[in-house]
Nanobody
Framework: QVQLVESGGGLVHAGESLRLSCAASGSTSSIGSMGWYRQAPGKQRESVATITSGGSTNYAVSVKGRFTISRDNAKSMVYLQMNSLKPEDTAVYYC????????WGQGTQVTVSS
């Protein structure tokens, strides 16, 4: 089993940046793909960005060019650099990891004011 803890959320103005971090613990040697997801009030949770163990990435159309996902396998960390933030990026952001089962973090709130 893998445990995930997100950090780095907060309140920013439109156009500013934030960097989210997700620390994995437990059976980290078994982690494959990792990703960031978000859920806005009244909406379904959606994929934001994913990264394989080999570093291949995939992004939602709405964040492509503004967000960058990266990972440090030695530290069992995954990051989400978010630039040019928009009010519509406001959501709870969750980290997810695959290690034979999917594990989720508890989420971190990102609020972007206009």
């Amino acid at each position: 089993q893998v445990q995930l803890v997100e950090s780095g959320g907060g309140l920013v103005h439109a156009g500013e940046s934030l960097r989210l971090s997700c620390a994995a613990s437990g059976s980290t040697s078994s982690i494959g793909s990792m990703g960031w997801y978000r859920q806005a009030p009244g909406k379904q949770r959606e994929s934001v960005a994913t990264i394989t163990s080999g570093g291949s990435t995939n992004y939602a159309v709405s964040v492509k060019g503004r967000f960058t996902i990266s990972r440090d396998n030695a530290k069992s960390m995954v990051y989400l650099q978010m630039n040019s933030l928009k009010p519509e990026d406001t959501a709870v952001y969750y980290c997810r990891a695959w290690s034979g089962v999917w594990s989720w973090g508890q989420g971190t709130q990102v609020t972007v004011s206009s």
